[in-house]
């Protein structure tokens, strides 16, 4: 009798397609059995490329010699730790009575590369192979994907894609890091008064050391400007709210050069002068020039993707995005929430036609048991997929991480953050089906003389969605306590705002956010309502408040996830964003883990308290070393370029040989390019510039001197910066190939 294989990623993920199932077989060595099914799993990888040694033994030594190192063909190797498990899936895999085998690995394409290493090492043929695709571990999920399993073939450019992203790392990380390291290593080495010094590089990690490392120079240049802004306090029914004076066209400094921008002066006495100017005439007036009131409406935001989870986790919890990915992917396991490697935040068409279930499953969730039942009887979740939260086209692999409305028994097997994610999900979740939150904005424009004056007020009139926002465990602020409702602005729920993600731009300038929204009670909303051009009002004082421009914020653990998931975004060049805007650089499945690796190898240093993100000494130094010999791989503009190709060959657009070209013909230029440098004479002087940035650094190589001199082969060449790479993959219309922006030059 012939029989399906079902094999899965991990252990626990096999355990529910045997549940599903319904194998009631016993558990053998590796594996679950039924009369007609078995069920097996890999422990993660169970395969891996292998070392340059294993090719030929003159690799293990790191020679310029043998640089660049392009293989023909690939080798791969078994992971000792898990050769067991291996063998036990091979012997499975090949048995005569297995005819059709389901690939029941992670639904992207880190889990679809994890399944075509281990058949081919295994030397799978003649057999069916059909692929799995989930987006929940849920039993009726399970059973679907089953049913609607595809040939694996169907697959083969996702796999593609995945091969050739473990190759791209493989081949900069191996060329450029021993280069590097044989070039600079004695350098740095010396410097730092170490034994030995190797300089790991990468296509992603390394510009992300790029992106702290600028901020952090950016911080320490940035100059603090002092500005002086003029209020007047008005009164108005007993109450009091501030005016702030900007020199608008008619004031007597529009466009003259004592303003720092138009709502303040560089210099005290020039705001001083003003405030005397204008109190000549006593008792101190204003004229109500133009009032303006609208109702505003505030969305529910969109749901959540892994980045926008991780960032949200970063401020709650002060967790890393490592750890949130693992609580995630618990809560995935454990049937709560739906496929958390996703960088979609909104639902499919086919999710939002059956959401009734995940709505339905939640009335039994304590946190939200009234929420639910209410969300039913309104019928809210009916007209979903017109609203802005459904769209297939934003959607790649996975939709939305969302609650299941399954699984709750096992919440109370994890952890008590565990627990405070799940409820976070589950509230962004519940905030779609409520009406937008509405607020009344109130303008005005008051005149003393001819200098204009600005009031603006903004009152909560109903809370919509905020009515469910917030969650259980939230300190509730003070403004929650104030009658009537009337709140500045969404109080009470960290995390559930829409936010912008920190792409790196700075906006570090308190004067920027001086004209505010200001809190308003009941009664002076009431003498507002009533105001009127034309009314006059007293002046009860003017005065000055004195301010300062902010340096740009240093990445958290969350926003730097965000500020990767955006860095199309950080490219300046306005085609070239265009061509990519919709890339990062690495993916959602990868971003926490190189974070991770960089502060592992001391490039970076995460405060685990507050999850500030900041450069060490050593990162800097590599960082210079780069800067210096390769920068394209510091510049957003080229990784996030590599991965637009990738997505390229997964759509099918472009060749595998035509990507592996490119990237060939990039890793043996700029090797070759490093093997000619010779830069070791203007190193100290950026590392000395970083050194005294960080404690007894600079006492430490005050009495070194420059350091053992490197051997070095080729010509001595000046340190003179390369210009950043500007290339992205580009579609022809007329042929899929990768062109370049630059004179339309392939990518080098």
């Known amino acids: 009798m012939s029989k399906a294989l079902y094999i899965a990623e991990k252990p626990s993920v096999a355990q529910e397609f045997a549940k599903a199932l319904?194998?009631?077989?016993?558990?053998?060595?590796?594996?679950?059995?039924?009369?007609?099914?078995?069920?097996?799993?890999?422990?993660?990888?169970?395969?891996?490329?292998?070392?340059?040694?294993?090719?030929?033994i003159k690799y293990k030594r790191w020679s310029l010699d043998t640089l660049p190192f392009l293989p023909r063909e690939f080798k791969y190797e078994v992971i000792p730790g898990v050769q067991k498990q291996f063998e036990i899936v091979k012997g499975l895999l090949n048995r005569e009575d297995v005819d059709t085998i389901y690939v029941c690995t992670d639904s992207g394409r880190e889990g679809e590369y994890i399944y075509r290493l281990v058949a081919q090492m295994a030397g799978v043929h003649g057999k069916k192979e059909k692929r799995v695709w989930i987006d929940s571990q849920t039993e009726e999920e399970i059973m679907r994907g089953i049913r609607e399993a595809k040939d694996l073939s169907a697959y083969d450019n996702l796999s593609a894609s995945a091969y050739l992203r473990a190759k791209e790392d493989y081949l900069m990380g191996i060329n450029f890091s021993r280069v590097l390291t044989l070039r600079y290593g004695n350098s740095v080495s010396n410097y730092l008064n170490t034994k030995y010094q190797a300089i790991s590089v990468g296509r992603v990690m390394t510009c992300v050391l790029g992106m702290v490392v600028r901020r952090e120079r950016e911080i320490r240049a940035f100059v603090k400007t002092p500005f002086y802004r003029v209020l007047s306090s008005i009164a108005l029914e007993g109450e009091n709210f501030e005016g702030e004076w900007r020199a608008v066209e008619g004031s007597r400094y529009f466009q003259t050069p004592y303003l720092y921008k138009e709502n303040g002066f560089k210099e005290k006495a020039y705001a001083e002068?003003?405030?005397?100017?204008?109190?000549?005439?006593?008792?101190?007036?204003?004229?109500?020039?133009?009032?303006?009131?609208?109702?505003?409406?505030?969305?529910?935001?969109?749901?959540?993707?892994?980045?926008?989870?991780?960032?949200?986790?970063?401020k709650l919890f002060k967790i890393s995005p490592d750890e949130t990915l693992k609580i995630v992917q618990e809560l995935y396991e454990k049937k709560l929430v739906t496929y958390p490697r996703t960088d979609a935040r909104v639902l499919s068409t086919a999710a939002a036609k059956e959401i009734?279930?995940?709505?339905?499953?939640?009335?039994?969730?304590?946190?939200?048991?009234?929420?639910?039942?209410?969300?039913?009887?309104?019928?809210?979740?009916?007209?979903?997929?017109?609203?802005r939260y459904v769209n297939d086209k934003q959607i790649t692999d996975h939709y939305a991480i969302v609650p299941?409305?399954?699984?709750?028994?096992?919440?109370?097997?994890?952890?008590?953050?565990?627990?405070?994610?799940?409820?976070?999900?589950?509230?962004?979740?519940?905030?779609?089906?409520?009406?937008?939150?509405?607020?009344?904005?109130?303008?005005?424009v008051t005149k003393i003389q001819n200098e204009s004056f600005f009031s603006s007020f903004k009152v909560l009139l109903d809370e919509g969605y905020l009515k469910v926002a917030t969650n259980s465990f939230a300190k509730r602020k003070a403004a929650d306590a104030m009658s009537g409702g009337n709140r500045a602005g969404a109080a009470g729920n960290e995390g559930s705002e829409e936010e912008d993600p920190d792409t790196g731009k700075n906006g570090g300038n308190k004067a920027d956010d001086s004209a505010e929204d200001m809190a308003c009670d009941t009664r002076l909303?009431?003498?507002?309502?009533?105001?009127?051009?034309?009314?006059?009002?007293s002046v009860d004082s003017l005065s000055i408040k004195e301010g300062e421009t902010s340096p740009p914020k240093r990445y958290n653990s969350g926003s730097m996830i965000l500020a990767m998931e955006n860095a199309g975004q950080l490219i300046e060049d306005e085609e070239l964003r265009a061509q990519i805007k919709s890339c990062g650089i690495g993916t959602s499945a990868t971003r926490a883990e190189i974070l991770k690796k960089l502060?592992?190898?001391?490039?970076?240093?995460?405060?685990?308290?507050?999850?500030?993100?900041?450069?060490?000494?050593?990162?800097?130094?590599?960082?210079d070393v780069v800067n210096c010999s390769i920068r394209q791989l510091l510049n957003p503009e080229l990784t996030?370029?590599?991965?637009?190709?990738?997505?390229?060959?997964?759509?099918?657009?472009?060749?595998?040989?035509?990507?592996?070209?490119?990237?060939?013909?990039?890793?043996?230029?700029?090797?070759r390019q490093v093997e000619d440098s010779n830069i070791q004479p203007y190193l100290r002087q950026f590392f000395d510039a970083a050194a005294v940035n960080y404690k007894d650094s600079s006492e430490k190589n005050s009495a070194k001197?420059?350091?053992?001199?490197?051997?070095?082969?080729?010509?001595?060449?000046?340190?003179?910066?390369?210009?950043?790479?500007?290339?992205?993959?580009?579609?022809?219309?007329?042929?899929?190939?990768?062109?370049?922006?630059?004179?339309?030059?392939?990518?080098?």
């Not at 009631?24 to 395969?47: A, F, I, K, P």
């Not at 009234?370 to 997929?385: M, P």
């Not at 096992?410 to 939150?437: D, G, K, M, N």
């Not at 580009?730 to 392939?746: G, L, M, P, S, Y």
Request: net charge positive; proline share 3%; hydrophobic share 35%.
């Open 356 to 387: 009734y279930k995940n709505i339905s499953g939640l009335r039994n969730y304590e946190h939200t048991a009234e929420i639910a039942q209410h969300i039913i009887e309104q019928g809210n979740y009916k007209n979903l997929a017109k609203t």
């Open 273 to 314: 002068k003003l405030i005397q100017e204008l109190s000549v005439s006593q008792p101190l007036k204003c004229t109500v020039e133009k009032i303006e009131r609208k109702k505003e409406n505030r969305n529910p935001p969109l749901l959540f993707n892994l980045a926008e989870l991780q960032n949200v986790c970063s």
């Open 525 to 537: 909303l009431a003498a507002l309502q009533n105001l009127k051009k034309g009314d006059i009002l």
């Open 22 to 56: 319904k194998i009631n077989g016993q558990r053998r060595d590796g594996y679950l059995e039924s009369q007609d099914s078995v069920v097996t799993w890999c422990v993660g990888h169970l395969v891996t490329m292998s070392y340059p040694e294993k090719y030929d």
């Open 705 to 748: 001197t420059t350091g053992r001199s490197t051997s070095a082969t080729g010509r001595s060449r000046t340190c003179r910066k390369p210009s950043a790479s500007k290339y992205a993959f580009v579609t022809d219309k007329r042929k899929h190939v990768i062109i370049a922006r630059e004179k339309r030059k392939i990518l080098c």
């Open 640 to 671: 996030a370029s590599w991965e637009k190709g990738l997505n390229y060959v997964a759509e099918g657009s472009i060749t595998e040989q035509e990507y592996m070209d490119k990237l060939e013909h990039f890793v043996r230029l700029r090797t």
């Open 599 to 623: 502060c592992n190898i001391k490039y970076l240093a995460l405060n685990k308290k507050t999850q500030v993100i900041t450069p060490t000494l050593l990162g800097e130094m590599i960082f």
């Open 404 to 444: 299941t409305g399954q699984g709750l028994n096992a919440l109370r097997s994890v952890s008590l953050t565990a627990q405070r994610v799940y409820e976070t999900i589950v509230r962004r979740f519940v905030c779609i089906f409520y009406p937008p939150a509405v607020y009344q904005k109130i303008s005005l």
